[in-house]
Structures are given as C-alpha cells and as structure tokens.
C-alpha cells in the first residue's frame, strides 16, 4: 500500500507510522539510544531534506539498498519545508515515504532525530520562513484527516519518539567509526549534556527544552575543535556528518573531523562512506556526490 492512501486514509497512516516506530526499536543495529553498525558495507549520508521529496528520491536510488544488506542510508530534518499548499505545511507525507522504506528495509534506513521533528513532536514552535511549522503542519493534518486528526498526529509523534539520536559505526584497527547526526551541543551547554547517552534509552526529560540531553543533541551550533575532540574520544568518532546548519555548497568542513551537509536545496550534496575505511574529513569531503549528478 502506498501513494494516495498513506496521502488521506487516516486509519493506514496510523497503522503506518505504528508499524514503523516498532520496527526502528526493534532493528538489530538498534543500541540504546542510537543505531550502531559494524564496519562492513557502505553507508549514505545525508543533510537536511526538509520536504524536498525530488532529493528524497534520489538518495534512495544512490543508496542501492537491495543491492546488499550491507547498504545504508541516514537521513533527518524530514519536514517543515518552505513550499506550502494553500497556506499549510502537507510534509507529513515525506514521513510516511520514509515510514514506508522504514518497514521495507528495517535494518537499513535510519532515520534520526532533528530539531524540526523534535519541535512537532512536543509543539514547541519552530520556523522555516514561512511562518510556525509545527502550527502549518497540524493545520495540513486538520485539513486531510479531519476528526482523526489527534489519532494521526498521535502516530506520527510516536514515530518521531522511536527515532535514534545518532547513527555511529564502529572502526576497524583501533581508529575511530562515523557518527551521522543532526547536530553536536552547543559547547557553552556541555555542562548540561551527558556525554553517555548513547549507553541508555532515551527519556521524556531528555527531550525537554532547554537542558535536556536529546535537545542539546539537536540544537546546537558552534562547535569548537577541543569539544569535538572530547567528544570524538569518549564516543570513538574518527568523522563527523552533521546537518542543522547552512553550507552554499551542499557540504562545508568544520574542523578536522566535522562535515555539515545540506540536501535540501539546489546543491544539495550525499556523502557516500565506506565502513570498513572511514575518511578523514578531507577526504571524505573531495568524494561528496552532488544531487544535481543524478539522473
């Protein structure tokens, strides 16, 4: 089942977006609070999409998931885009697409949490130009889905609470794995972040402005080179691939070990990585592949 019925049938999308939260907890690469790989097989990397469907389709071709189990594909900052229909946000459906690779390829699409995700799960507003996302989004939902409206937001928030923080790999030979984010703490909130939540579940506390651990994760900018460092050796980082901030190109280095990405708009840029080799950032930033390359 797919397209136009996950589009308007309240009762599938909700059975969808059910479904799906189950299977990101129960994925055997799923470790506490984040998702772990082993250093094998090739892993997409990818910035913010932020409804931009078009890009959404071509990360999945690049990513060849049924060509090996080995295959991965990251992805976050799903919804609240800028183009809106008759004054609403309608890019819940770009959650039921990912739902839906969610369920085709458990162990493979790893959707993980972001600040605007964050935002419409707990109704904290958030803006992408246009005006309240979170507001614009539940006005689309009122709109399709009418008196099940609270059931489908129900859903769609249960969805958004499955999803892992980060995505982390291992390494091989004693050197340090990737970690696919949407985004470090800010270095001045460090106090108020605990550094080993990638051992535990996740909890409501954590999720909660303006402390909270899972908050922290996604809100913050200005990252300094001696806190990724910390960072990178408590958590056995050699790369990091994160979102959350703009880069003209599609990709910026930020310091030795941190790529932003961006795929939302016209240079939106994947980082394809090998597992079994991660890069540098350097270069992994010489390899970055340009949506606009593919057919």
């Known amino acids: 089942m797919t397209g136009t019925m996950y589009e308007s049938d309240a009762q599938a999308v ?54 090996s189990p080995d295959h991965h594909v990251v992805m976050h900052e799903m919804i609240h885009g800028e183009r809106l229909l008759n004054g609403m946000d309608f890019s819940y459906r770009m959650l039921t697409r990912v739902a839906e690779l ?3 390829h458990p162990d493979q699409v790893h959707p993980v949490l972001a600040n605007h995700e964050l935002a419409q799960m707990t109704g904290r507003g958030v803006s992408k ?3 309240n996302s979170v507001q614009l989004f539940n006005d689309a939902l009122d709109y399709v889905f009418g008196d099940d409206t609270v059931d489908v937001a129900d859903a769609i928030n249960g969805f ?15 050197e340090g794995g990737v970690l696919c984010a949407h985004s470090l703490p800010m270095e001045a909130m460090m106090r108020h ?5 990638f051992d535990r579940d996740l909890t409501e ?10 908050y922290l994760m996604v809100w913050g900018r200005r990252h300094s080179i001696e806190q990724v460092e910390q960072l990178a050796e408590r958590w056995g ?9 703009h880069a003209e190109t599609g990709i910026e280095m930020r310091g030795p070990r941190v790529l932003i990405l961006n795929t939302d708009h016209e240079r939106a840029t994947v980082l ?13 930033f010489i390899h970055a592949l340009p949506l606009a390359a593919i057919g």
């Open 160 to 174: 958004i609470r499955a999803m892992p923080i980060a995505l982390l790999s291992d390494g091989l030979a004693g």
């Open 237 to 245: 980082v050699k790369l990091f691939c994160l979102g959350h901030e």
């Open 102 to 104: 969610v369920i085709a």
């Open 272 to 284: 394809p990585i090998d597992l079994a080799a991660v890069p540098t950032a350097e270069e992994a």
């Open 14 to 67: 909700i059975g969808l977006f059910e479904n799906a939260a189950q299977t990101l907890l129960t994925s055997a690469r799923r470790s506490k609070s984040i998702v772990r790989l082993p250093p094998r097989g090739r892993l997409i990397a990818t910035g913010d999409l932020h409804d931009n469907p078009f890009h959404l389709e071509k990360v999945i071709a690049v990513a060849r998931l049924e060509a």
């Open 129 to 131: 130009g246009a005006g």
């Open 205 to 214: 506390e954590d999720y909660r402005a303006p402390h909270g651990s899972a």
């Open 193 to 197: 972040f605990d550094i080993d939540l």
